[in-house]
């Protein structure tokens, strides 16, 4: 058989598809809450202080082959709080900062999320703290570490917006307004979507 090069340039197009149209694309959609991480920063004093939270639950609906059609939904439980010490992590509950006996979960649902190119993305969702639910959005960085997804980013949010730290807390003098939250959350793949 004798190949042109129109039959050649049709061979070479047809490997090209076959190799570059995956059968499976991988979905991420279960929370790996123990690799994951929520961690802040903030400023007493004008001193940097840094805690996090251990304890958060959610559910990851995102593939990398269609971005603008992921959802995610995270709850943070706010008595898991490492503040840097038992005396803060009891002063934080209080019903001038967290008020975790009336309200113990911060919860976070995504609306929209905008690709911004090379694994680059702008996560918009509601906010709900302290029973307040405000707009906010987030820059975050999606890679894949084996069979997981790994996102991660960070932004700033003002305490004040949800009445975290009222009374003599509320200076900002002594406590700053910006909290600077960080968060890496790795989802793993339970299943394959044609």
């Not at 123990?34 to 958060?56: E, L």
């Not at 890496?184 to 044609?194: C, D, I, M, R, Y």
Request: aromatic share 10%; net charge positive.
């Amino acid at each position: 058989m004798k190949l042109t090069s129109n039959k050649i340039g049709l061979l070479i197009a047809a490997i090209a598809a076959v190799t570059v149209i995956p059968a499976h694309a991988t979905e991420f959609n279960q929370l790996v809450a123990a690799k994951s991480a929520v961690s802040f920063i903030f400023k007493q004093m004008n001193v940097p202080v840094t805690g996090s939270f251990k304890r958060y639950t959610g559910q990851i609906d995102f593939d990398p082959a269609n971005p603008t059609l992921a959802k995610a939904s995270i709850d943070i439980a706010l008595d898991s709080i490492d503040a840097g010490s038992e005396e803060a992590n009891d002063a934080v509950a209080d019903k001038l900062w967290f008020n975790t006996k009336v309200y113990p979960v911060a919860h976070f649902v995504s609306t929209s999320v905008k690709p911004l190119g090379n694994n680059h993305f702008e996560i918009a969702g509601k906010m709900t703290i302290k029973g307040k639910t405000l707009a906010t959005s987030t820059p975050a960085t999606f890679h894949q570490e084996g069979s997981n997804g790994v996102f991660e980013g960070s932004f700033i949010l003002k305490r004040a917006d949800y009445a975290i730290g009222e009374g003599m807390w509320a200076d900002f003098g002594t406590v700053a307004n910006e909290v600077q939250i960080r968060f890496k959350l790795v989802a793993t793949a339970t299943g394959k979507k044609q």
